[in-house]
């Protein structure tokens, strides 16, 4: 009975429910954006919930009412105007639009589970930007198959076949955003990597902090405040060093060297002794005729080491010869800063070589150094005095 009387009705008169039907949709768009809206928001931000916060804070509840007007006129379009001609036209206009707002929405939804993955203490150091992008990519091209299929009055199924045959130059073009949804992937499943990570890799100019993983770019601020970026596919395929083992460990490694020159190890004399045997690190160790200067030198630096409190005991400490070179002997600290900070942590380190090269006279110990220009001159002048 509606359907007859909506076909009774004079041209003029549809004229003019047509365009009450426009303002009223648009209204309805209009108010309920404008007024649901900050209704809604301030009922989520009530919850205990901070999901909800994401949904209703961005532009997804204005793309969902964004699609009441075109839904409208296609429920009443064929109703006011059947059998028209033209109504064919402006009904895949409204489907497209449809589709356009329908796109919107989805990627909208898509940015909003990202913000709460990146809230999630679960998610958030995980390089998820990449999937979600890729996500978006996916229903842009769907929305585009869709399109076509309305242009072209094809089934979406039909499309999609034709497009199959087609995969290998599809890849082509997208080679490097799938190779980048693929390494996002691994990066992700693996945890090779984070954003705040500090990695480095020699080959492309990498030193410094991961600031952002996208889908097809990894954004490192180096050291020095430049940014280098690198494809995702680049850290699966290549090697890099990851530093995070160490800031999530209990101390960050010191490894130096000091070159002694040989000829100042020698048997401690008597008198040296005497003055050694009342060091507490010498307790329980036998002092005799054989005692060399650079083993109590060893002892006394390891004992050093142990009473920092900037070290930590709980790990590995060693002084130890490496192997002699044409420069002296190298005798190595290896001990582990409870600060992992660069900078302090450096601090540190350069304390303690400097106590330890302040201390080396006391055991009779020369450091290697060759002779500069200076040297020479000295030398010459007091040859020249004899």
């Not at 429920?75 to 001609?85: F, H, K, R, S, T």
């Not at 399109?147 to 094809?154: K, Q």
């Not at 990851?242 to 490894?255: D, F, I």
């Amino acid at each position: 009975m509606e359907q007859e009387a909506l076909l009774n009705l004079s041209e003029q008169m549809r004229v003019i429910i047509s365009c009450a039907l426009v303002v009223a949709a648009y209204l309805v768009d209009f108010l309920c954006c404008k007024l649901l809206i900050p209704v809604i928001r301030k009922i989520a931000a009530r919850t205990a919930f901070k999901w909800d916060n994401y949904l209703t804070g961005g532009k997804v509840l204005h793309n969902i009412f964004h699609l009441i007007p075109p839904v409208t006129f296609l429920v009443a379009l064929p109703l006011l105007y059947p059998g028209q001609n033209w109504t064919s036209f402006v009904t895949k206009a409204l489907y497209i639009y449809l589709i356009v707002i329908g796109t919107r929405l989805i990627n909208e939804f898509i940015s909003s589970l990202y913000a709460i993955s990146s809230d999630s203490d679960l998610l958030r150091d995980k390089p998820m930007k990449g999937v979600y992008q890729m996500l978006k990519v996916l229903v842009v091209c769907v929305a585009v198959i869709l399109t076509l299929g309305v242009l072209l009055e094809r089934d979406f199924t039909t499309l999609l076949a034709g497009l199959g045959a087609s995969a290998a130059v599809l890849m082509l073009i997208f080679k490097d955003t799938i190779l980048g949804l693929v390494a996002g992937i691994q990066l992700s499943a693996h945890d090779m990597l984070r954003p705040g990570d500090w990695i480095v890799m020699e080959k492309y100019g990498v030193n410094g902090t991961v600031e952002e993983v996208t889908l097809n770019t990894v954004k490192v601020r180096n050291w020095d405040n430049t940014i280098v970026t690198v494809p995702p596919y680049a850290l699966v395929s290549d090697s890099f060093q990851n530093w995070r083992g160490m800031r999530e460990s209990e101390g960050r490694r010191v490894a130096r060297s000091l070159n002694i020159d040989v000829n100042s190890i020698r048997f401690c004399t008597p008198e040296e002794l005497e003055r050694f045997s009342s060091e507490a690190w010498t307790e329980g160790r036998a002092l005799d005729s054989n005692t060399v200067n650079l083993g109590l030198f060893r002892t006394a630096t390891e004992h050093y080491l142990c009473t920092l409190a900037q070290v930590n005991t709980d790990l590995r400490i060693l002084v130890r010869q490496l192997e002699p070179t044409s420069e002296g002997l190298p005798i190595q600290l290896y001990f582990f800063t409870r600060e992992k900070d660069w900078v302090a942590h450096e601090h540190i380190a350069a304390d303690v070589i400097e106590h330890i090269i302040a201390t080396m006279p006391r055991f009779g110990l020369r450091l290697f150094q060759k002779p500069t220009g200076e040297d020479i001159k000295n030398h010459w002048k007091s040859t020249s005095r004899d």
